[in-house]
C-alpha cells in the first residue's frame, strides 16, 4: 500500500505546482489584459490617437493640394 500513497503524494504534488502555474499565468494575463485595455496608454488609444493623426494629415494635404491649385491658376490665367 505504500507505493500507492506515494503516487498520490506525488500527484498532489504535481496539482499543486500546476495550480501555482496557473495562478502566474493568471496574474501575467491580468496585467497584460490591464496594459493593452488602458484607455489613456493601451492599444486602443494608440489606434485612436493615429487615427486622428492621419485624419488631421489628410486635411493638411487637401489645403496644401488648394494652396498648389491656386497658385498654377494664378500663373496660367494671370
Not at 29 to 43: F, H, S
Not at 49 to 76: D, E, P, S
Request: glycine share 2%; net charge positive.
Amino acid at each position: 500500500m505504500e507505493p500507492v500513497d506515494k503516487e498520490i503524494a506525488l500527484m498532489q504534488q504535481r496539482m499543486d505546482q500546476m495550480d501555482k502555474k496557473l495562478d502566474k499565468m493568471d496574474e501575467k494575463l491580468d496585467m497584460l489584459t490591464k496594459q493593452l485595455l488602458d484607455p489613456d496608454k493601451g492599444i486602443a488609444s494608440r489606434v485612436n490617437q493615429n487615427t486622428t493623426a492621419r485624419k488631421t494629415m489628410a486635411k493638411a494635404i487637401w489645403v496644401l493640394y488648394a494652396a498648389v491649385a491656386a497658385a498654377l491658376a494664378k500663373i496660367f490665367i494671370g
